[in-house]
T-cell receptor, first 111, second 114 residues
């Protein structure tokens, strides 16, 4: 079945450091890919998305490119802030109404 | 903006109690979902519904049931709560229209069963 594997955390960074969270997927066909973010005490929010190969999703300084050849959708940010401390989830949609989520990566940014 | 609300942010129940978690969405979405979130396990789908009175089992339906009597409301029921059901419960909704199936989440209910 469809699945997502993402980098395990936790990840701790200093402010202004670069962040990369790896995400790879297994799916038949051409899934849509998402990154969700969960800030402390809140539900999940959609951070960015991509629906086809070579699409780049971007939001709030984060970017991810849909790479069909490597079945990857890595999340990157060039300079993180304390407010980026959160749990990040990679997810894919292929069919059957459902999203498949990765296990989540906890990111802590220190001032 | 899509709004998904859940009836409680925190809930403490005793073993054996019947527990109702309510979810309401205001965007006229056809699809609604219940997940539980546990550290290291990500989100696991319990049940989903693609229409009023319709329901489908997700990956971990055991010990749970659901009800969807109105389009905007989707309830999760723990018939007899057990300590291994202590978790964060997240409700979500989506529309089947268009190619993108992004889901919109509520704030979550942290349930503790003692």
């Amino acid at each position: 079945g469809d699945s997502v594997t993402q980098m395990e955390g936790p990840v701790t960074l200093s402010e202004e450091a670069c962040l990369t969270i790896n995400c790879t997927y297994t799916a038949t066909g051409y899934p849509s890919l998402f990154w969700y973010v969960q800030y402390p005490g809140e539900g999940l929010q959609l951070l960015l998305k991509a629906t086809k190969a070579d699409d780049k999703g971007s939001n709030k300084g984060f970017e991810a490119t849909y790479r069909k050849e490597t079945t990857s959708f890595h999340l990157e940010k060039g300079s993180v802030q304390v407010s980026d401390s959160a749990v990040y989830f990679c997810a894919l949609y292929s069919n059957d109404y459902k999203l498949s989520f990765g296990a989540g990566t906890t990111v802590t940014v220190r001032a | 903006d899509v709004k998904v609300t859940q009836s409680s942010r925190y809930l403490v129940k005793r073993t054996g109690e019947k527990v109702f978690l309510e979810c309401v969405q205001d965007m006229d979405h056809e699809n609604m979902f219940w997940y539980r979130q546990d550290p290291g396990l990500g989100l696991r789908l319990i049940y989903f519904s693609y229409d009023v009175k319709m329901k489908e089992k997700g990956d971990i339906p055991e010990g749970y049931s659901v009800s969807r009597e109105k389009k905007e409301r989707f309830s999760l029921i723990l018939e007899s709560a057990s300590t291994n059901q202590t978790s964060m419960y997240l409700c979500a909704s989506s529309s089947p229209k268009g190619a993108i199936r992004e889901q919109y989440f509520g704030p979550g209910t942290r349930l503790t069963v003692t």
